[in-house]
């Protein structure tokens, strides 16, 4: 997998992606004619038409192709984890996607490592348009992981470790070994390239996998929470500077956590650069709630209205409006809905809940159609973490647990 290892993909980039899909849709491609009962795909499919009234009568200046590119690129993880589990049911050759995504993300930590140790914001300047492509093309030489490879890892960690937690007893011990020293590298190359909801995203993700197993212990960290945030609320800020007084030496992650307890406990008038963002994703709403069927690029928009270019959702939902966003969104449904009720007896289907949610959530805060690896990560690695343990266990080519479902 070429964009789970970030030197590879920089040299690389989306183009190689893009020619090696559509060489595998003309070779498997017969198999889109059997997707009349499968409305996640097509709704994407659906895609490069629904865009075509933005391009001929509304307010889409840009290529109509790289509109039509972005989606369809950050969704293609649907189309091939469709084709080999539900199609040919090929389970193992999943189990080996996931498998040889892991030792590409763990090659990826090792360099990020290496090179924050050199230059220490360089995966938070890689996110950034205004870096000189000398430095750009310097840092991906290194193999040092920008945005959309610190936050795949952190979804890839959450899967790694339930895996790893639910499978202590029965995996075989060198592919335990592996996945735990990856899930190792790879928490270390988040922490130390300092993205503070990614972190959040993490070990949250991670906490809730292993615990929500255990109905009474969720109940008993639910009222725990409720009463640190409600009844407790004018200690709380004292207690959270104490805990992240552990991050002071890294003053990025020290400065964006310190941000948002000021933000918490002092509202949106704090002037704080998380209260900007909630003004980001506000004026993204107002945009929509002003041109709610086709967005400010749509037919009777405006393209100068207010995008504020910082949530996944709200972004989509302002340019596109209804017409647009509503089979997006639906594709995103219907998938997770399917495979988070496929999984129920498999024992995963409590981390495909997690990690999904966690998704949608992050669709909230940042924009994610930008990070064509974490539409890989989240549609297609993630929910064949899981098969790694069928590689581990057994030769047999059909999963037990499966036969049943199939």
Known sequence: MWSAWPFLNGLLGKSFGLIIFILWILVTGNFLSKIKNNWELICIVSIPFALIPYKVIGNLDSSLF??????????????????????RKDFRFLGRIALASTLFFTIGAIQTLIGLLVYPNASRLLATSELDPHIRNEFLKMGIGGYGYIYSACFLVICLFYLLMKNIRSMRLSYYLFLLVSAIALILAVLQASYAISIFIMFFGIIVSLISDQKRIWKILIVIILFALFIVQRNLETVLKSVIGLFTKNLILHSKILDMIRTYTGGLSSGTSTSYRINLYLGSLRTFFKYPLFGSLGPFGDTGSFIGDHSGWFDLTGRYGIFLSFPILLAIYIYFNRLIKWSKNLNQSTNLSVVFTLFIAYGILDPVFSIHQLGLMVFLISPSVYFITELSLSKESTPLAWNSLT
């Open 66 to 87: 790289r509109h039509v590119g972005v989606y369809l690129f950050f969704f293609i993880g649907m189309f091939f984890y469709h084709y080999y589990c539900f199609i």
